[in-house]
């Protein structure tokens, strides 16, 4: 590793060698030749690019960096968005090669399937031209992209805090905003409080990361380094964070971008085997729960479980029915979802008992909410029983609050959504423990995929305390979308 420089403290160089040790190579950043206006490593970019499209004339390459390296859109915030799209999903490219022929190629800046075809470097103190010169602490790069931020403060300062760090992103934003064009996280710490998230989040939304296994939690308050390291910055976890577990949400004009907490990303991760298993499985419907303590983003986790889901090659485009137990919270999580197309893909919302009959009519690929009582019998026309909606094995029902809807399982709307889909699968989201004393849960729903309660959240900060008294919980419970 390359040796002391004075301006770098202990803590950076530590952290370096963490990253080292999960396989990155380390660069230093005032020894590097580029146009100090570039965040981009365009020879990186360029040099990946040829190796992993052996096939591309130079000129393909060169066209297809300039296009990596110049997102659009009038703003930061937009063009990190379309960034993020061409990074996660590829993008066409039409080649003519030198005997005249002409074909459309996808490119993916990144190898998501083949993370070992991927190039990871660590960067430090890169100076960095923009309306006032800086010099962030490090950078993450992926195939010469500038993907993550780290802004540490020495801890052995008189009052080292997180703050100053969190601060110093925002003075990045203004000052070198070229560099925000294309990052993915930001990872702040002082040595004693470590924390992730969005460039553009408020202080509040910035999360310790707290497992490394998913399963063992630290007890440290305020999350170490070394967790959030191994935990989140070995090679195929951060390209799967990347890829799958950041959301670009867009209401009015707004758009807002969010990212996992680590609990999300566990507990989605463990679903998503879960639902493969049973699909392999064959006859097993049951998915399973998760628990996750109200106010700690179940929508989000949804969100982000359906992003994943329906591009799954083993589920053979799924169609998703999401099923709550009340007008209010079926609009809350809509809407939630509504947002959150551009992860979740097409959202509709049945709002009749006719209307959900016909939706379901579908050859797959969309997300239909829904309340539990549209799965009602049609007595007029002397049903006794539900009628098949759909014999299909390729939906997947996700109920929220789980366990206020199978209730009457026996005989009631549970068994008509059971009589209606008889091959879909289900997975259950709940956050109050007291489901788990009825055996319901379990029998439809499956065993307890992951927990998340709420002693563990209010130390995370993830939700604040509540006091619950029994005719609060409607008010409380909908805080939590």
Known sequence: MAGHRGTETTFELTTIERLEQQGYTHLLGPEL???????????????????????????????????????????????????????????????????????????????????????????????????????????????????????????????????????????????????????????????????????????????????????????????????????????????????????????NEKITKKGAKYHQFFAVRLAIEKTIETVKAGDEKRIGVIWHTTGSGKSLSMAFLVGILRHMPELENPSFVIQVDRNDLDDQLHDQFVVARSLVGDVKQADSVEDLRELLKTEGGEVIFTTIEKFRLNKDAGETEHPVLSPRSNIIIIADEAHRSQYGFIDGYARYLAEALPNARRIGFTGTPISFSGADTIEVFGDLIHTYDIRQSQEDGATKPIFYSPRQEAASVSGGH
């Open 33 to 251: 030749e580029r146009p100090l206006d570039e965040v981009v490593l365009k020879d990186l970019l360029r040099a990946n690019l040829t190796m992993r499209y052996k096939e591309l004339p130079s000129s393909a390459i060169d066209e297809a960096v300039k296009s990596i390296c110049r997102p659009d859109g009038v703003d930061t915030m937009r063009r990190n968005k379309n960034f993020h799209q061409r990074l996660t999903r590829g993008f066409e490219q039409r080649v003519e090669y030198p005997d005249g022929r002409k074909e459309h190629v996808h490119i993916y800046p990144v190898s998501w399937d083949d993370p070992g075809s991927n190039d990871f470097h660590v960067v430090n103190q890169l100076p960095i031209h923009g309306r006032n010169d800086r010099r962030p602490d490090i950078i993450i790069y992926i195939n010469g992209l500038p993907l993550v931020i780290f802004e540490l403060k020495n801890p052995y300062a008189i009052k080292p805090t997180i703050d100053d760090a969190l601060n110093q992103i925002q003075h990045y934003v203004h000052d070198i905003s070229q560099l925000f064009d294309f990052n993915a996280l930001v990872v702040v710490s002082d040595g004693v409080n470590t924390q992730h998230g969005m460039w553009s989040a408020d202080t509040e939304w910035y999360a310790p990361w707290k497992s490394i296994n998913g399963f063992d939690i630290e007890p440290n308050t305020s999350g170490s380094m070394k967790v959030l390291v191994e935990g989140l910055f070995s090679k195929d976890r951060l390209l799967q964070y990347i890829h799958d577990f950041i959301v670009f949400e867009e209401a």
